[in-house]
């Protein structure tokens, strides 16, 4: 891929995932957010993330099934890291607005209210990620270990979608299509992985 090429795309990139961020900035100043602007950048908060999420779980089984697109995993770690902006902006929202910074009411909710507990360890499961996401944590961890590490974002994704069911109301199928993805993507990772083992090795010359 062509340097100019890899630029355009990445700037395009950024410009994507900030685009959620901007509309809430946007809509704050405007006051367009909607008659309850704290339920509205809550739950856009937390859907970007799990549309990120998915994303990033995308990128291998694309790559594998088109070797064309081998380029995607070129932007995995920034996609990552835009997902932990949200999952972060998603507990902001919830620690500034909902709790107003009371320690004792966060701690109540955490162990009383089953999906905040869901959702901090989401959160919880995704630091890591974030805070090795760097070169010289890769060095330092090895790359074996580093790869076991990150694997930790396929329970992070279970507990984001878990999250998302326990908080809307019985009989409310908002969740479906994003727990749908994400089940697949989640699926389908073992069973490529079974296929490529399974292929027969190519003739020694």
Same mark, same amino acid.
């Given at each position: 891929?062509k340097?100019?090429t890899l630029?355009?795309?990445?700037?395009l990139?950024?410009?994507?995932?900030l !685009?959620?961020f901007l509309?809430?900035?946007w809509?704050?100043?405007?006051?367009?957010?909607?008659?309850?602007?704290?339920?509205? =950048?809550?739950f856009t908060?937390?859907?970007?993330?799990?549309?990120?999420?998915? %994303?990033?779980?995308?990128?291998t089984p694309?790559?594998k099934?088109?070797?064309?697109?081998?380029?995607?995993i070129?932007f995995?770690r920034?996609?990552?890291l835009f !997902?932990?902006f949200?999952?972060?902006?998603?507990?902001?929202?919830?620690?500034?607005?909902? !709790?107003?910074?009371?320690?004792n009411?966060?701690?109540?909710?955490?162990v009383?209210r089953r999906? =905040?507990? !869901?959702?901090m360890?989401?959160?919880?499961?995704?630091?890591p990620?974030?805070a090795t996401?760097?070169n010289?944590?890769?060095r330092?961890l090895?790359g074996?270990?580093w790869?076991?590490?990150?694997?930790?974002?396929y329970a992070?994704?279970?507990?984001?979608v878990?999250?998302y069911?326990w908080?809307?109301?019985?009989?409310?199928?908002t969740?479906l299509? %994003?727990?749908?993805?994400?089940g697949?993507?989640?699926?389908?990772?073992?069973v490529?992985?079974?296929?490529?083992?399974?292929r027969?090795k190519?003739?020694?010359?």
């Open positions: 891929m340097r100019s630029v355009a795309l990445k700037v990139v950024w410009l994507a995932c !685009a959620p509309w809430l900035v809509g704050a100043a405007t006051n367009t957010l909607g008659p309850d602007p704290t339920a509205t =950048i809550t908060t937390g859907l970007t993330t799990l549309r990120l999420l998915a %994303i990033v779980l995308a990128i694309v790559r099934l088109i070797p064309k697109l081998a380029w995607m070129r995995r920034l996609l990552g !997902a932990f949200y999952a972060t902006l998603h507990l902001m929202t919830w620690v500034t607005l909902y !709790a107003g910074f009371d320690v009411r966060m701690a109540s909710d955490v009383k999906y =905040i507990t !869901a959702g360890a989401a959160w919880l499961l995704m630091l990620l974030a996401s760097t010289w944590a890769i330092k090895g074996k270990r790869n076991w590490l990150h694997k930790l974002i992070a994704a279970v507990c984001g878990v999250h069911w908080q809307v109301k019985t009989g409310v199928m969740p299509t %994003i727990t749908i993805i994400i697949i993507l989640l699926l389908v990772r073992p490529l992985s079974l296929a490529q083992r399974r027969p190519p003739a020694a010359a």
